[in-house]
């Protein structure tokens, strides 16, 4: 584990790939000014550059080798302690008013912020190389693609950005020379890695992040949460798409016939293994692809929402994921991944909780002390990732790169509900679709820091994304519905529900394509449904449910609606509309008012 940064010196020809662009140009200077860098490494994302990285990260300890035998070019980093997930409480919007950050934001005057960070930066990257990514986020040729520059002082960063962004030529190339084009600037220093001075900073109106303190993916990978979702939910809005915390998939029938589904679920709740699905035998002919994992753009044409992935790998969590929950994502980090905080074992393999095979008889844990099976601690942390290229996904799907992007069937929201929300129901239209999303709920999990299971409302799995006042976000998202003629049906599902023993009630993993193909029979016209307060409910015989096995009494009790739970759910709706304030579309108190009264409220 390390927290410190010094310099490298890279041979002739490393380091060295300067922009053209005048504006990138100036700006790098100016940070240069303030931080102070011992050099400044100008990174080209090359193979040869890679491996020189590599090679100096295993020398000063960021990296460890793990056995190339077993999982070739394949390393480990492990962060500092304090630093494993993304931090809500430090994350800023920086808009001129407070609220147009809105009331699910923290929020801090520009100006203010700028001063306080300017004073933190001065001189932080002194005796270190200033390291300047350019990358490119979305398909070449899409008209959606942004370009993005990230100074960062850390290795760790540029060796990942490399695997998750498309970076170097292509995106200077798409930036080319015009001084007034859009770029955003990114600025990340680890500083000391001191949670006192860690900072997530969000300026939309200036397309600018600056992140100090911290060396965690989510904080730190400018491109994915901070650009992809916060600026870019920001610019979304002002541009007329959408930037959502969504997977991508495709799923086609036996029978050769295609659909996309994006499905919005907050972190940790299964979105790269719902991406990733291998269907059951009984599901024999069916086929997933992935587009993405974690985060869509979507754009409207002929009246249609279309979806690209703009990430161009995975930085997914890691505990849990085998070959029975995920296959695909299995083979895809057996090679050329970067592993943050598992346990190393003996012969230089990674192991993790939920792992398939034996529990190693000891191993080194995530913070590097011996652990063994008896150990209090887990040897993984439940929020450790790997960072994989999406191309070593055996399930790719073949339009990945395609700009206009892949056409959307059906948005599916979902989230870690232990009871009250049913396996899956329909929305009656679009804009009881917005309704479902907006008053999503989950239990939270490790990915980010704070207690784990507490149930909060996560509106489209946006809550720590949205870059913008929440309840322009709603209105955004009933506009687009007005702008489609031929709009994706709305779906909500839970694959978490318990039953009284405290165990799940679904399979999940591969089993959900049985959940897929309802919603797919759905969007073709052809799927049964029985009407309820809260939308379209299959009954049992609409779901195929052969060759599982699953008890006839937990198929009803997931599909059941529980009047007391809903009456409370629905006081749960108004308590978190009540505390945005008078920001939420009338059209979405239209929507809770209708749903009351199907409960006697
Ligand atoms: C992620 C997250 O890392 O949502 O994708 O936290
Ligand atoms: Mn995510």
Same mark, same amino acid.
């Given at each position: 584990?390390?927290?410190s940064?010094p310099a490298i010196?890279?041979?002739?020809?490393v380091?060295?790939?300067k922009?053209v662009?005048?504006?990138?140009l100036?700006?790098?200077?100016?940070?240069?000014k303030?931080?102070?860098p011992?050099?400044?490494?100008w990174?080209?994302?090359?193979?040869?550059? *890679?491996?020189f990285?590599?090679?100096?990260s +295993?020398?000063q300890d960021v990296?460890?080798?793990?056995?190339?035998?077993k999982l070739?070019?394949?390393?480990?980093?492990?962060?500092?302690?304090n630093?494993? %997930?993304?931090v809500e409480?430090?994350?800023?919007?920086?808009?001129?008013?407070k609220?147009?950050?809105g009331?699910?934001? *923290?929020?801090?005057?520009?100006g203010?912020?700028?001063?306080?960070?300017?004073g933190? =930066?001065?001189g %932080?990257?002194?005796?270190?190389?200033?390291?300047v $990514?350019?990358?490119m986020m !979305?398909?070449?040729?899409?008209?959606l693609?942004?370009?993005?520059?990230?100074?960062t002082d850390?290795?760790?960063? @540029?060796l990942?950005?490399?695997?998750?962004?498309?970076?170097?030529e292509?995106?200077?190339?798409?930036?080319?020379?015009?001084?007034?084009?859009e770029?955003n600037r !990114?600025?990340?220093?680890l +500083?000391?890695?001191?949670?006192?001075?860690?900072f997530i900073?969000?300026?939309p109106q200036?397309?600018t992040?600056?992140?100090?303190?911290s060396?965690y993916?989510?904080n730190v =990978?400018?491109?994915?949460?901070? +650009?992809?979702?916060r600026?870019?939910?920001?610019?979304?809005?002002?541009q007329?798409?959408?930037?959502e915390?969504?997977l991508?998939?495709?799923v086609e029938?036996?029978?050769?016939?295609k659909?996309?589904?994006?499905?919005?679920?907050?972190s940790?709740c299964?979105k790269t293994n719902?991406a990733?699905l $291998?269907p059951?035998?009984?599901?024999?002919g069916w086929k @997933?692809t992935?587009?993405?994992?974690?985060?869509?753009?979507?754009?409207?044409?002929?009246?249609?929402?279309?979806? /690209? *992935?703009?990430?161009?790998g995975?930085?997914?969590?890691?505990?849990?994921?085998?070959?029975?929950?995920?296959?695909n994502?299995?083979?895809?980090?057996?090679?050329d991944?970067?592993?943050t905080? /598992?346990?190393?074992t003996d012969?230089?393999?990674v192991?993790?909780?939920g792992?398939?095979g034996? /529990?190693p008889?000891?191993?080194?844990?995530w913070q590097?002390?011996?652990?063994?099976?008896?150990?209090?601690?887990?040897?993984a942390?439940?929020?450790s990732?790997?960072t994989?290229?999406?191309?070593?996904?055996?399930?790719?799907?073949p339009?990945?790169?395609?700009?206009?992007?892949?056409? $959307?069937?059906?948005?599916?929201f979902?989230?870690?509900r232990?009871?009250?929300?049913?396996?899956?129901?329909?929305?009656?239209?679009?804009?009881?679709?917005?309704?479902?999303?907006?008053?999503?709920a989950?239990?939270?999990?490790?990915a980010?820091?704070?207690?784990?299971?507490?149930?909060?409302?996560?509106?489209?799995?946006?809550?720590?994304f949205?870059?913008?006042?929440?309840?322009d976000?709603?209105q955004?998202?009933?506009d $687009?519905?007005?702008?489609?003629?031929?709009?994706?049906?709305?779906?909500?599902v839970?694959?978490?529900r318990k039953?009284?023993d405290?165990k799940?009630?679904?399979p999940g993993?591969g089993?959900?394509i049985? @959940?897929?193909k309802?919603i797919?029979?759905?969007?073709?016209g052809h799927? !049964?449904?029985?009407?309820?307060?809260?939308?379209?409910?299959?009954?049992?015989?609409d779901?195929?449910?052969?060759e599982?096995?699953?008890?006839?009494?937990?198929?009803?009790?997931?599909l059941q609606?529980?009047?007391?739970?809903?009456?409370k759910?629905?006081a !749960?709706?108004?308590?978190?509309?009540d505390s945005?304030?008078?920001?939420?579309?009338?059209e979405?108190?239209?929507?809770?008012q209708?749903?009351?009264?199907?409960?006697? =409220?």
């Open positions: 584990m390390t927290n940064a010196f890279p041979p002739k020809g380091g060295d790939a922009p662009n005048q504006a990138v100036d700006w790098v200077q100016e940070i240069a303030l931080t102070e011992e050099n400044i490494f990174c080209d994302g090359s193979e040869r550059e *890679n491996e990285l590599i090679a100096e +295993l020398n990296l460890i080798k793990l056995n190339q035998k070739p070019r394949s390393y480990l980093h492990r962060s500092n302690p630093d494993v %997930a993304r409480q430090f994350t800023f919007v920086c808009t001129p008013t609220e147009e950050a009331p699910t934001n *923290n929020w801090s005057d520009p203010e912020m700028y001063d306080k960070l300017r933190l =930066l001065k %932080a990257m002194r005796g270190r190389t200033m390291f $990514i350019p990358y !979305g398909p070449a040729d899409s008209p693609t942004k370009v993005g520059f990230e100074i850390s290795k760790y960063v @540029v990942n950005m490399r695997i998750m962004t498309r970076m170097g292509v995106a200077l190339k798409r930036l080319g020379n015009d001084p007034n084009a770029w !990114g600025v990340h220093s +500083l000391d890695v001191n949670p006192e001075r860690r900073c969000h300026f200036d397309n992040i600056i992140s100090v303190g060396g993916g989510g =990978l400018l491109s994915k949460k901070c +650009l992809a979702l600026i870019g939910s920001y610019l979304a809005r002002k007329g798409w959408m930037a915390h969504t991508i998939l495709g029938s036996p029978e050769g016939r659909h996309y589904v994006a499905a919005a679920f907050p940790a299964g719902f990733m $291998i059951p035998a009984h599901f024999k @997933v992935t587009v993405g994992d974690d985060i869509g753009w979507l754009q409207i044409h002929d009246g249609r929402l279309y979806a /690209v *992935n703009p990430e161009n995975y930085f997914g969590v890691v505990p849990g994921t085998s070959y029975k929950s995920n296959p994502a299995m083979r895809s980090i057996a090679h991944t970067i592993y905080n /598992v346990a190393l012969d230089g393999d192991w993790w909780e792992k398939d034996p /529990v008889a000891r191993a080194v844990d590097g002390n011996d652990w063994t099976p008896e150990s209090k601690e887990k040897a942390h439940p929020n990732r790997f994989t290229p999406m191309r070593n996904n055996p399930a790719l799907d339009d990945i790169e395609k700009g206009r992007g892949v056409p $959307i069937s059906a948005i599916i979902g989230g870690r232990s009871d009250t929300a049913p396996l899956v129901y329909e929305a009656f239209d679009w804009n009881h679709g917005v309704y479902l999303g907006a008053t999503m989950s239990e939270t999990t490790a980010a820091t704070g207690a784990v299971g507490r149930v909060r409302r996560d509106p489209m799995a946006m809550l720590p949205c870059g913008y006042n929440i309840g976000y709603f955004h998202w009933l $687009i519905g007005k702008r489609l003629t031929d709009p994706p049906l709305i779906f909500n839970n694959w978490f039953g009284a405290g799940f009630l679904w993993f089993e959900n049985r @959940v897929l309802w797919i029979d759905r969007c073709e799927g !049964g449904a029985v009407k309820s307060p809260i939308g379209w409910l299959p009954s049992p015989h779901l195929d449910l052969a599982l096995d699953i008890d006839h009494n937990a198929v009803d009790e997931l609606l529980d009047h007391e739970e809903w009456q759910e629905i !749960g709706h108004k308590e978190f509309f945005l304030g008078d920001i939420v579309p009338e979405l108190q239209k929507q809770r209708q749903l009351a009264a199907g409960f006697d =409220l």
